[in-house]
Nanobody
């Protein structure tokens, strides 16, 4: 069983920055694609960005140029640097990992609130 734990959420003013991190723990696993999703109040969960094991990235149009996803395969971590945040970025952010031969795993989420 793989567990994902997110950190780095919080309250930030419009135009500010936050960095989210997620670490995967367990034993004997190998991770494929890792990503970040978010769910705002009253809305469905949506993909923010993901990154393949060899670094291929994909971003939602709404965050292109503002967010950067990265990963460290040796440490089983994925990070999301978020810049130029605005109120529409307010949401619970979830880490996701596709683990070979085991399936898809989710973290419990971390809240990001963008407000003055």
């Amino acid at each position: 069983q793989v567990q994902l734990v997110e950190s780095g959420g919080g309250l930030v003013q419009p135009g500010g920055s936050l960095r989210l991190s997620c670490v995967a723990s367990g034993s004997g696993f190998r991770i494929g694609t890792m990503g970040w999703y978010r769910q705002a109040p009253g809305k469905e969960r949506e993909l923010v960005a993901n990154i393949g094991r060899f670094g291929l990235t994909n971003y939602a149009d709404s965050v292109k140029g503002r967010f950067t996803i990265s990963r460290d395969n040796a440490k089983n971590t994925v990070s999301l640097q978020m810049n130029s945040l605005n109120a529409e970025d307010t949401a619970v952010y979830y880490c996701n990992a596709a683990v070979y031969s085991e399936g898809n795993f989710w973290g419990k989420g971390t809240l990001v609130t963008v407000s003055s």
